[in-house]
């Protein structure tokens, strides 16, 4: 299972793949995730499911599946993000 972003670059949009996390992704390709990254998602066997779209004229050319994801899930997950980040501290 492959992971991947779209990010804005120069007025063009760019898809970059990984196995790593998608914050990790971003950052190893020199794009900052809470900025340069419009779209997350994830390749599973030809399938393409779209976990997040930051940009609304980019999601409405998208068909959104985010229904096949738990969002308490997701929200765990971008939580853990901004804790292993710095972004947050325990007890925040």
Known sequence: ???????????????????????????????????DVIETGILDNGNVFILECRDKKHFAKREYN?????????????????YNYGYIRQGD
């Open 1 to 35: 299972m492959k992971k991947f972003i779209i990010v804005k670059q120069y007025g063009k949009l760019k898809k970059i793949k990984g196995y790593t996390s998608h914050e990790a992704i971003a950052y190893d390709n020199g794009f900052n995730y809470f900025s």
């Open 66 to 82: 985010k229904g096949l994801f738990d969002p308490a899930i997701l929200r765990a997950r971008a939580t853990e993000t901004l």
